[in-house]
């Protein structure tokens, strides 16, 4: 089955500086790659996403770039603030028919010091 | 449109009891998939049902079984618990059935936290 790892597993990082947190793949047929966040106590909620058929995506200071020939993809965050203080956590998918699979990385912790 | 939702929020059972857990997709969403969230393993794949039929399955022992109902709302059972089952649980609801080769995005519940003692 797929296998995803993450690396690093905690990111220190001073306020104003960028994060990046990096992911690989095993199963080329993974075409779907999500990035959760997910706050002490929350839900892991879905911050950014690309698909197989583009190499990067931004949405304001968060973008992924996704390399398929090295199955990996990273989330780069810039402008840092302490609410992007969480845990991260990346995950894979395939899609068979009308079903599809996540798996996840292990997750990255972030902390954001002033 | 209202979130997943999942109850009870908290658990608290003894050793060798049963459970019973509830998910409560987004409305129109058709697939729920359970997760199993711990400190040292992450997210964990238990199941993932649609259609009232179990989908895909994760490396859990068969103490561990869900159904799920005509109106897409789901439930998972963890029999005789150990201390081992402590985590938090958590389900997602994604659309499914829509076309394209693309794996879809998933949407969580708050989770439920269980602790076995």
């Known amino acids: 089955g797929e296998n995803v790892e993450q690396h690093p597993s905690t990111l220190s990082v001073q306020e104003g500086d960028s994060a990046v947190i990096k992911c690989t793949y095993s199963d080329s047929a993974s075409n779907y790659f999500p990035w959760y966040k997910q706050e002490l106590g929350k839900r892991p909620q879905l911050i950014i996403d690309?698909?197989?058929?583009?190499g990067e995506k931004k949405d304001q200071r968060i973008a992924v770039t996704l390399n398929k020939t090295a199955k990996h993809f990273s989330l780069h965050i810039t402008e840092t603030q302490p609410e992007d203080s969480a845990v991260y956590f990346c995950?894979?998918?395939?899609?068979?028919?009308?079903?599809?699979?996540?798996?996840f990385g292990t997750g990255t912790r972030l902390q954001v010091t002033l | 449109k209202a979130g997943v939702t999942q109850t009870p929020r908290y658990l608290i059972k003894t050793r060798g009891q049963q459970v019973t857990l509830s998910c409560s997709p987004i409305?129109?969403?058709?697939?729920v998939s359970w997760y199993q969230q711990t400190p040292g393993q992450g997210l964990q794949f238990l199941f993932e049902y649609f259609s009232e039929t179990q989908r895909n399955k994760g490396n859990f022992p068969g103490r561990f079984s869900g159904r799920q109902f005509s109106n897409s709302r789901s439930e998972m059972n963890v029999s005789t618990l150990e201390l081992g089952d402590s985590a938090l649980y958590l389900c997602?609801?994604?659309?499914?059935?829509?076309?394209?080769?693309?794996?879809?995005?998933?949407?969580f519940g708050p989770g439920t936290r269980l602790l076995v003692l």
């Open positions: 997602a609801s994604s659309k499914t059935g829509t076309s394209g080769p693309y794996g879809e995005t998933q949407y």
């Open positions: 995950a894979a998918s395939i899609r068979t028919g009308t079903a599809s699979k996540l798996t």
């Open positions: 690309i698909r197989s058929n583009v």
């Open positions: 409305s129109g969403h058709r697939s």
